[in-house]
């Protein structure tokens, strides 16, 4: 594919606010993806450029996130592991499994998702009391499930993530962030890898792009440390409103 300056400039902002609200609270494939797209790269393309700009950005945000303390490693680890399992058997299902089936599963599962959002206490501001090894394999396995997702399909992957590990894991807002950030890159890093391999990344456009993501990323962190649960609500309630009018559009059309 050639590339010409409008191209960068569709996709450069766009992943730059992509990131920005995936930092905060996922789901900033549903801004970056579409600009790939938009600018008139292939779609499997469009995947593995895209997972190339958001693997880069999110180590920015993991990491600001553990510098501030709200990511702990050790315990993040096995659910990373997970994840990057999953994601890669999620890449090997997009190749068998049809997209639509996915689709009509996520319409499902939004409004479900959007009532934990807005109970009172769906999303707590600090780590509830619950035995440590339930919590592990429950974050394992949500993430095992999250990274499948996010290896086949993608958008809101991370979204999925904070709210299964703070509604069922019961992290704190922010510590919950710091690990769906851990957890995210492992699931990009699988897809990235997958899909670099056969070939289906734009090297310079994702690079390029990258660096944006790596300040939409950065200044997210920042508002998810400064702000936690008062700022994650709201966007991740967006989020999913988006994905699901998104979602049931793609079925209907």
């Known amino acids: 594919m050639e590339l010409d300056l409008i191209t960068f400039l569709i996709v450069c902002p766009l992943v730059f606010l992509g990131a920005l609200v995936d930092a905060v609270a996922g789901g900033g494939g549903l801004i970056a993806l579409p600009a790939y797209l938009l600018a008139g790269v292939p779609a499997h393309m469009a995947l593995g450029t895209n997972k190339c700009s958001s693997c880069l950005g ?18 993040a680890l096995p659910a990373v ?11 090997k299902a997009a190749l068998l499994v049809p997209e639509h089936v996915f689709q009509i599963l996520l319409v499902v599962m939004l409004p479900v998702a959007a009532f934990f959002v807005f109970r009172k206490k769906a999303i707590p501001a600090e780590r509830e009391p619950m035995d440590e090894r339930r919590r592990l394999m ?8 999250c990274g499948a997702y996010d290896g086949f399909y993608g958008p809101g992957a991370g979204t999925f993530m904070l709210l299964a590990f703070t509604f069922w894991g019961r992290l704190g807002v922010k510590e919950a962030s710091g690990e769906m950030k851990a957890v995210n890159l492992a699931s990009n890093t699988a897809a990235f890898v997958t899909f670099a391999a056969t070939g289906e990344v734009i090297w310079a456009l994702g690079l390029t792009a990258a660096l944006f993501g790596i300040a939409g990323h950065y200044i997210g962190a920042g508002l998810v440390i400064k702000n936690g649960t008062r700022i994650v609500r709201p966007i991740i309630a967006v989020v999913l409103v988006i994905l699901f009018v998104k979602t049931g559009w793609e079925l209907l059309a």
């Open 138 to 145: 429950i974050i394992a396995l949500s993430a095992l499930v």
């Open 81 to 91: 592991v997970c994840a990057f399992l999953g994601s890669v058997g999620g890449a």
């Open 58 to 75: 999110t180590v920015v945000s993991a990491f600001r996130l553990w510098r501030a303390g709200y990511l702990h490693v050790g315990a």
